[in-house]
């Protein structure tokens, strides 16, 4: 249930966060599109009863269970820290494009 739920919900938009509203990285992630102005699907896991399950999937697709897990057009790109340098070299930008 959870792999199917991670799959579908990375193939309904162009970006999907995997996120726990909490998490400083997280919010840096969300920031980073937000400056951007470019619209993306924050999945908030903490209060989901399949948690772990969601994050144990993240973990066999990216070799991480943390957060957040930052996907575009399908494709992981990393968490926040990766994001945020994404944003400041430009390349963010242009994967949107």
């Known amino acids: 249930m959870a792999q199917q739920f991670v ?3 990375i193939g309904k ?8 509203s909490y998490c400083p990285y997280c919010v840096m992630a969300k920031e980073q599109f937000k400056k951007i102005n470019f619209e993306f699907l924050a ?3 903490e209060d989901r009863p399949d948690c772990q399950e969601i994050q144990e999937v993240l973990n066999e697709m ?3 269970r943390s957060v957040p897990r930052v996907f575009v057009d399908g494709k992981f790109i990393g968490g926040g820290t990766d994001v945020k340098k994404l944003y ?3 390349q963010l930008a242009k994967m949107l494009q």
């Open 7 to 9: 799959k579908e919900s």
């Open 13 to 20: 938009q162009r970006v999907v966060i995997f996120s726990k």
């Open 43 to 45: 999945i908030e896991i």
């Open 62 to 64: 990216t070799g991480a």
């Open 88 to 90: 400041e070299n430009g």
